[in-house]
Structure formats: C-alpha cells, structure tokens
C-alpha cells in the first residue's frame, strides 16, 4: 500500500487529519530511491499519520490544502533532482522531458521549487510549522552561488520563510522533529538537532562564524573564505556548528548527524516499498525514473572521496555508511519475486561500488575523517582497510537467489580503488558487467584533474590496460565507456583540444559527455564563480559563455561530415 497522495485515500485509512505533510517536486513513487518516500515511509513506521502532495500545481494555494492543516508540519522538497537542473539544460533552454514526472512530460514542477511550494504553504496555512529538505535545501543552506542568476543568493531558509531546514539524509532529523512536535515544543525549540539549519537572532557562544551574506556577495575571496570554512566542517566529530551573518540575523548550521548504524539502514530498506509509482500514473504512462532504479539495490551511503564537482561530500558527508549483506539480499529476493521481474538486478552499490565495507583502521565512526590527508589521494591511504570480501559475498549471494539470472554493478567504480583489489576487479569483470562499464576519465590534462582532485591519467589508462587484459584473459568481449566533464575550472580550449587529441590516440569517438553545470557549494562551483581554488587559494580560469561551452563540445564531439 503506498502513502496517500489525495484527501480521499487519507479518509479511507480512517485519517482525519494528518499528522504530516510532505510536498514533493516528483511524481509519488514508492520505492527506496525516492526521498519522499523514504521519508514517508520512514515516519509512518514510528506511528504518524503521513499525505504526500506530489507535483502540486504551485499557481494557487488552494492545491495545498487538499489534506487540510496537518497537525505538526509540512515537510518540502524540490524532489529527487535540483529543480532547475530538472527543468532547464546547462545552456539554460528548457528540457524537452522530465523522467520524474507521468509521462516524463514536463512542467509539472517551478524553478526554484523549494522556495515557491514553502510560500505556498504559508499562504494556505499561516503559522505552520514548514521544514525543508531533499537535494536542492541541503546545497543552499548558506550562501550559495546561483549559476541561473549568476549571483550570490541568501540561504533559502530566507526567501522561503521556512522555519528549519534538514541537510543530508534526514530520517533521523525528520523523526526527531516530528516526535518533539508531538511531544508539544514549539519549533522556535528546535535549535540543538544535528543535521539542521535554522534562522537565529544570535550567534551561538560555541558557533564558528564564517564570512557573511553581504561579504560573499560583494568579495570573490571572501566567497572562497566561506566556502574552504564550509568544507573543513562538514565532518560529524571534527566540524564545529557555523553560523553565517544574513542582514541583522544569522543562519546557524548544526553539526551534521553522526554516522547511521548498519541497523539504522537495514531497518530503512527493510520498510514495505511497493517499488511502483502510484495507481494514478499508471494511464499517464507511468514514471519513467522509476524504470532507470526499479531493480537497482543501494549498498551504502557516503564518499570517502572528495571530487570538487560532486556534492556526496557535502550531502551524504565522507563517512561509509553501510547495509548488511543479509539486508542486501533480502531485499534482492524482495525483487525477484515481484511480478514484473525479469531476471535482471541492474545495479547493485552506490556511486562508487567498490567503496561498500571500506572501513578506516582509525574507526571515522567514532573519530571522524582524517583531518590531515585526503583519503584517496595522491593514493589510497594505507588506513583504508578492504571491503571486497563483503562486497563479493554481497554480489554472490545476490547472484545465486532463484530467479535472478544477472547481477550487474552499474552505478560505477573507483579505478584506483580497484586496482588495489585485483580479486574484485576479476570478478567484476567476470560477473557483473553488462557489456559496458561507465567510469569516469573526467580530463587527462594533469592542472585540471588536480582542480577536480582526481588521479592522474596514468592511474585511469593503467586500469583502462587491467581491464582489457582481464577480458582477453576471461574471454569477454566488454568495453569501457569514458564519461567526459568539459568547461571544469581550468579547462580552457587549449585543455579541451588536449582531451580531444588523447581521444583520438586511442580512436575514441565519447558518447557520455557533459557539461560542467555549477552545482551550489562544491569547490568547483567555488572556483567557477570567485576564480580561486579554495583548498589553495590559487587563481582559477573557468570558460564563463554558453559559446565558449559550445566550442569545447564542437572540439570533443565535432559534426560528422
């Protein structure tokens, strides 16, 4: 049974009112990918009675109150996705398609959905308490630079009047709020949940304050101040609360929430997820999403890398959160006997696979990240401790459920990690491919690849050669597909024709190329709009124009004649 998404499914569970709210930028699909979902899953279990709004029409209030007020709160996301980078291309023209929506039609959600469904919602039901959440309100919890405007923008707890804000992954914020709500505090006493931003009138005694509202959008270093600060605290045991001055008040970010416990994420993907979209699509044409991840298992949460145009860092934090291998399979046999199954597991892991059951011998769970190194590089910390025999195990256990005939790791994989582990790598490419595995080649240019803090070209082209021998060796006929990023920071033509001549060494014609889009509050966006590196305060080089994007592509990708 999937949550309610109208007033009348509430009312034939017997619900008067709803304890909970959520508004969500996606079409409702049951299935543990789907933030609202889990979300609403997750608060159902501890006895709350939970509405999903899913894709309201956001041009009247009157949408929002189909359930009524609920009893404690509205919880909004923008969806699984950022809003504007589901509605619009990084040359800024509007997306043809919309694989989160019925039909994959689109707009069925606003730019800057966050902040237009919270005004909303103070609209139809003023005095409610409204907590934002999901992709788009974690990234822009400070100041931040909006790619779209090409300026700085205050957090969006201000422009959507919103009174708290939950960051990262948030069953443990959503619960924590919703049982002192119930317990009768007001939500002006939600000050101290770790994992949660706030609007304050004071700065916190204990609080690190970091350059200001004013100062980030006046001074490109600053800017880059701001963000080096940000980044050094993002760590649950190491990282002190921020708080950053707004005008005359102030955005308080608690510490982020301590690890989740291998039965804390058990629990979470042990909850009834239909895996469907709901009813209600099916005539529309269903959830195109929702086909891409329906037979897709998530191993863990978290990178221990810290790519500059990624933000798992700044989301899901640094720290391996990991699933036990019976949950892994359970769920796998959850799979494999629904009626639409087919055969095929399409991807089992994270966005770096081979990253499941890595531990650090200094336990991150208790102490937290290593300040003084970055675990990857210039190569693996000689601390990280292998998880290939879980993994493995995971896989094989996996592979062996009646009914299952393939089992493929799709999500992705570390090449220097792999490396490492030979015995991984051998069966990867024995079992668990499906012809084609994507890994990310980025740059070979060595200045550009150091400003995304990734491993030289070297170590890609050595596993690019343990890759093809492996297959001559197992008799496989499987390729690599080179997943390209152009106009990074410090890409410049000049790089671009580089790539292209590497590519062309190797009579590589890319397919998976995309364009640098500046995401808010990674390093490289950092770099993209103040023009300083922020680990190393070095002067940065970003080609700024849709032209100048245009032209790296045209170099990569020229027109067949």
Same mark, same amino acid.
């Given at each position: 049974m #999937?949550l309610p998404?109208s007033?009348t499914?509430a009312?034939k569970?017997g619900?008067?009112q709803?304890d909970?709210?959520?508004?969500?930028?996606?079409?409702?699909?049951?299935?543990?990918?789907f933030?609202?979902a889990?979300?609403?899953?997750?608060l159902?279990?501890?006895g709350?009675r939970?509405?999903i709004l899913?894709?309201?029409d956001?041009r009247s209030a009157?949408?929002f109150?189909?359930?009524? %007020?609920?009893?404690?709160f509205f919880g909004i #996301?923008? @969806?699984t996705?950022?809003s504007m980078?589901a509605n619009?291309t990084?040359?800024?023209?509007?997306?043809?398609?919309?694989?989160?929506?019925p039909?994959?039609?689109p707009?069925?959600?606003p730019d800057?959905?966050t902040?237009?469904?919270?005004?909303?919602?103070?609209e139809?039901f003023?005095?409610?308490?409204i907590? /934002?959440?999901?992709?788009?309100?974690s990234?822009?919890r400070?100041?931040h630079y909006?790619?779209?405007?090409d300026?700085?923008?205050?957090?969006?707890?201000l422009e959507?009047?919103?009174?708290?804000?939950?960051?990262?992954? @948030?069953e443990?914020q959503a619960?924590e709020i919703?049982q002192?709500?119930?317990?009768?505090e =007001?939500?002006?006493?939600?000050t101290?949940?770790?994992?949660t931003?706030?609007?304050s009138?004071?700065q916190?005694?204990?609080?690190?304050?970091?350059?200001s509202?004013?100062?980030?959008?006046d001074?490109?270093?600053?800017?880059?101040?701001?963000h080096a600060?940000?980044a050094?605290n993002?760590d649950?045991?190491?990282? &002190?609360? /921020?708080?950053?001055?707004?005008g005359k008040?102030?955005?308080?970010q608690n510490l982020p929430?301590?690890?989740?416990?291998?039965?804390?994420l058990?629990?979470?993907?042990?909850? =009834?997820?239909t895996?469907?979209?709901h009813?209600?699509?099916e005539?529309l044409?269903?959830?195109p999403?929702l086909?891409?991840v329906?037979?897709?298992? #998530?191993?863990?949460?978290?990178?221990?890398?810290d790519?500059?145009?990624?933000?798992?860092?700044?989301?899901?934090g &640094?720290?391996?959160?990991n699933?036990?291998v019976?949950s892994?399979?359970?769920e796998a046999?959850?799979?494999?006997?629904?009626?639409?199954?087919k055969?095929?597991?399409?991807s089992v892991?994270?966005p770096?696979?081979?990253?499941?059951?890595?531990?650090c011998?200094?336990?991150?769970h208790?102490?937290? #990240?290593c300040?003084?190194?970055?675990?990857?590089?210039?190569? =693996?910390?000689?601390?990280l401790?292998s998880?290939?025999?879980r993994?493995?195990?995971?896989?094989?256990?996996?592979?062996?459920? =009646?009914g299952?005939k393939?089992v493929?790791v799709?999500h992705g994989i570390?090449?220097?990690l792999?490396?490492?582990e030979?015995?991984? /790598?051998?069966?990867?490419?024995?079992?668990?491919?499906s012809?084609?595995l994507i890994v990310?080649?980025e740059?070979?240019?060595? %200045?550009?690849?150091r /400003?995304m803090n990734?491993?030289?070209?070297?170590?890609?082209?050595k596993?690019?050669k343990?890759f093809?021998?492996?297959?001559?060796?197992l008799?496989?006929?499987?390729?690599l597909?080179?997943?390209l990023?152009l106009?990074?920071?410090g890409?410049?033509?000049a790089e671009?024709?580089?790539?292209?001549?590497w590519?062309?060494?190797?009579?590589?014609?890319?397919?998976?190329?995309?364009?640098f889009y500046p995401?808010?509050m990674?390093?490289?966006?950092?770099m993209y709009?103040?023009?300083y590196?922020?680990?190393?305060?070095?002067?940065?080089?970003?080609?700024r124009?849709?032209?100048?994007?245009?032209?790296?592509r045209?170099?990569i990708q020229p027109?067949?004649?």
């Amino acid at each position: 049974m #999937t949550l309610p998404i109208s007033k009348t499914e509430a009312r034939k569970r017997g619900w008067k009112q709803l304890d909970i709210v959520l508004v969500t930028g996606n079409a409702y699909v049951d299935h543990p990918s789907f933030g609202a979902a889990v979300i609403g899953r997750v608060l159902e279990a501890k006895g709350f009675r939970v509405g999903i709004l899913a894709q309201p029409d956001w041009r009247s209030a009157e949408v929002f109150k189909e359930f009524g %007020r609920p009893r404690l709160f509205f919880g909004i #996301t923008a @969806g699984t996705v950022d809003s504007m980078l589901a509605n619009r291309t990084v040359n800024r023209r509007r997306r043809r398609r919309d694989n989160y929506a019925p039909g994959g039609k689109p707009g069925h959600r606003p730019d800057q959905a966050t902040i237009v469904y919270a005004n909303r919602v103070r609209e139809a039901f003023p005095g409610v308490p409204i907590i /934002l959440g999901g992709i788009e309100a974690s990234l822009r919890r400070l100041a931040h630079y909006d790619f779209w405007k090409d300026r700085v923008r205050p957090s969006i707890l201000l422009e959507s009047r919103a009174d708290l804000l939950v960051y990262g992954m @948030g069953e443990r914020q959503a619960v924590e709020i919703a049982q002192r709500l119930a317990a009768g505090e =007001p939500v002006e006493a939600l000050t101290d949940i770790r994992g949660t931003a706030l609007v304050s009138e004071l700065q916190p005694a204990e609080a690190l304050e970091i350059p200001s509202f004013d100062e980030v959008a006046d001074d490109r270093r600053k800017f880059a101040e701001a963000h080096a600060l940000f980044a050094a605290n993002l760590d649950p045991v190491r990282g &002190r609360i /921020l708080a950053q001055a707004h005008g005359k008040r102030f955005v308080v970010q608690n510490l982020p929430p301590m690890p989740a416990t291998e039965a804390e994420l058990d629990e979470i993907h042990a909850l =009834p997820f239909t895996r469907r979209c709901h009813p209600s699509y099916e005539k529309l044409g269903g959830v195109p999403a929702l086909e891409t991840v329906r037979t897709t298992i #998530t191993t863990h949460r978290g990178c221990f890398a810290d790519c500059s145009f990624c933000a798992l860092a700044a989301h899901q934090g &640094r720290i391996i959160e990991n699933r036990s291998v019976d949950s892994i399979v359970a769920e796998a046999r959850q799979i494999a006997q629904a009626d639409w199954f087919k055969g095929t597991i399409s991807s089992v892991g994270a966005p770096s696979a081979n990253m499941y059951a890595m531990r650090c011998k200094r336990n991150w769970h208790e102490k937290g #990240t290593c300040g003084r190194r970055d675990c990857l590089l210039p190569k =693996p910390c000689p601390s990280l401790v292998s998880g290939t025999k879980r993994n493995l195990e995971a896989l094989r256990r996996v592979r062996e459920i =009646p009914g299952i005939k393939h089992v493929f790791v799709s999500h992705g994989i570390r090449c220097d990690l792999a490396l490492q582990e030979p015995q991984y /790598l051998r069966e990867l490419v024995k079992y668990y491919i499906s012809g084609y595995l994507i890994v990310g080649l980025e740059q070979v240019n060595a %200045r550009v690849l150091r /400003l995304m803090n990734k491993p030289p070209i070297e170590v890609f082209e050595k596993f690019e050669k343990e890759f093809e021998k492996l297959n001559r060796e197992l008799g496989k006929k499987q390729y690599l597909v080179r997943y390209l990023i152009l106009g990074h920071p410090g890409c410049m033509e000049a790089e671009a024709r580089e790539l292209a001549r590497w590519l062309r060494k190797k009579k590589l014609r890319p397919k998976q190329v995309q364009d640098f889009y500046p995401c808010p509050m990674t390093a490289s966006t950092c770099m993209y709009y103040s023009g300083y590196d922020p680990r190393t305060m070095e002067k940065v080089q970003s080609p700024r124009s849709d032209r100048d994007r245009r032209a790296q592509r045209r170099i990569i990708q020229p027109p067949r004649k």
